[in-house]
């Protein structure tokens, strides 16, 4: 899977804390921060409210309606309730709860005799594809799947490289076949990426793979974008008939990840480099998903109140903690739900892996 758009998987979620309502006439004193209370509408965003505010005081002071509080605004069981944090959905939780099921399926499979087996190769010293690589192997190791790992040195052959691929399309053994992006130049990506087989591509790139998305009926998803759907549908996020924009139109985020929405029964529109007036679109989205590698791409100006903001960009900010595309801070306090960087999208990366691991396995055995 390409680094760009990756995540470790290995750092802990963000907090979100829970508040209470202050007053004790309001009838929805103690409900958490994150969620709107039940039959209230979505939160509006902090201007909207402050005017719903002011206006009330301004109509109360014109009938004479002794109705205010002390400081001119409605009473807390008349006012408008006060802005709320969207719901978080958490990645390494989600991850957690899927892995769980990834190695339930692994033992009965190894009870049938066959241990599902991931082949990772990696080629050249990138420090961030070196980190990937090894999170990989951890999470198989740690969820019952056989893993083997090949190391080759930048200055690797391209010839060599399709001559072990070809021997793990033949290995028995092996199920899932992983080739960490980014490769040396002098190696074709494209052509390595062809050369492993269709039924053991668990990235899910192969030009095989990305038709049979296209029609609607995948062998394999690609791990980031079948990530990503699968936190939606983690909070039962409606999308039939759901206005989505995507944020990048890559091979390995961007296509796929429309493609999905679009199957889910969401109108999806792409933007890239090139969009001239982005928040145009996502002002009027019900789902966003930035995919693009910079940061604060998406800002609380942009979002519609109550929209789902998935977050699979990976950056740093000037303190140097990781960070995704998306202004977490501002956008947390407009959106319905939303994804932390780190701990969203990055582990759900991985644990997709595994799942499309298992699923190769049995499809070998029930052939």
Excluded: W
């Amino acid at each position: 899977m390409a680094s760009a758009l990756e995540h470790s998987g290995s750092h802990e979620a963000t907090g979100l804390e829970t508040a209470t309502a202050s007053s004790a006439q309001c009838p929805h004193a103690g409900q958490s921060s994150l969620r709107p209370a039940a039959g209230l509408p979505h939160p509006l965003p902090r201007v909207a409210a402050r005017r719903y505010n002011t206006v009330f005081a301004s109509l109360a002071r014109l009938s004479g309606a002794a109705i205010s509080g002390p400081s001119g605004q409605p009473p807390s069981f008349l006012r408008y309730p006060r802005i709320m944090t969207a719901t978080l959905i958490d990645g390494n939780a989600l991850a957690k709860r899927i892995r769980a099921e990834v190695a339930t399926r692994a033992a009965a499979l190894t009870a049938r005799g066959h241990q599902p087996g991931l082949a990772v190769v990696l080629v050249g010293e990138d420090p961030a594809s070196q980190v990937y690589v090894r999170n990989k192997v951890k999470a198989c190791e740690d969820n019952g799947l056989y893993s083997s790992l090949d190391r080759y040195p930048a200055d690797l052959t391209e010839r060599a490289l399709l001559a072990r691929i070809d021997e793990l399309n033949r290995d028995p053994k092996i199920n899932g076949i992983l080739v960490q992006l980014p490769l040396p130049k002098h190696i074709d990506s494209h052509k390595v990426l062809e050369a492993i087989a269709p039924e053991k591509d668990v990235d899910g790139f192969h030009v095989s793979n990305a038709g049979a998305l296209m029609t609607g009926a995948p062998l394999f998803r690609p791990c980031t974008p079948y990530g990503c759907m699968k936190m939606l549908e983690s909070v039962d996020f409606p999308l039939r008939g759901a206005v989505a924009v995507v944020i990048g139109a890559s091979n390995i985020v961007g296509k796929p990840m429309a493609m999905m929405l679009l199957q889910a029964g969401a109108t999806v529109t792409i933007c890239n480099s090139k969009t001239r007036d982005l928040a145009a679109h996502t002002r009027n989205a019900d789902v966003i998903v930035a995919a693009v590698g910079k940061r604060n791409i998406v800002t609380a100006d942009m979002v519609k109140p109550g929209a789902a903001v998935i977050d699979v960009g990976m950056n740093r900010d000037d303190a140097g903690k990781l960070c995704g595309d998306v202004d977490f801070n501002g956008v947390k306090d407009v959106a319905g739900y939303i994804t932390p960087v780190p701990g969203g999208v990055g582990p759900m990366t991985i644990t997709m892996l595994l799942v499309n691991t298992i699923e190769a396995t049995e499809r070998t055995l029930d052939a």
